[in-house]
């Protein structure tokens, strides 16, 4: 399963959004203004900008990453 920490207006959180849709992978999407948990769990991998990837097999990581979402396929 693939989570996506990430909140409105976020460019890089868009594209990675994008990306997964185009692709046609299932994601979850948490939105960290709209859950603290969400936040919290964010903050908790040490990450301080979004998006925020989770994916089973992957390191998490942060920004708009291809090559790393590529993976997913």
């Not at 989570?3 to 994601?27: A, E, G």
């Not at 709209?34 to 992957?58: I, K, T, Y």
Request: aromatic share 10%.
């Amino acid at each position: 399963m693939v989570t996506v920490y990430s909140k409105p207006n976020c460019t890089q959180c868009n594209f990675t959004k994008r990306f997964l849709n185009d692709k046609d992978i299932p994601y979850q999407e948490k939105d960290v203004t709209a859950s603290d948990e969400a936040l919290n769990e964010v903050r908790d991998l040490g990450f301080q900008s979004l998006p925020v990837v989770m994916a089973d097999g992957l390191e998490p990581f942060n920004g708009f990453r291809p090559d790393k979402l590529k993976q997913l396929v």
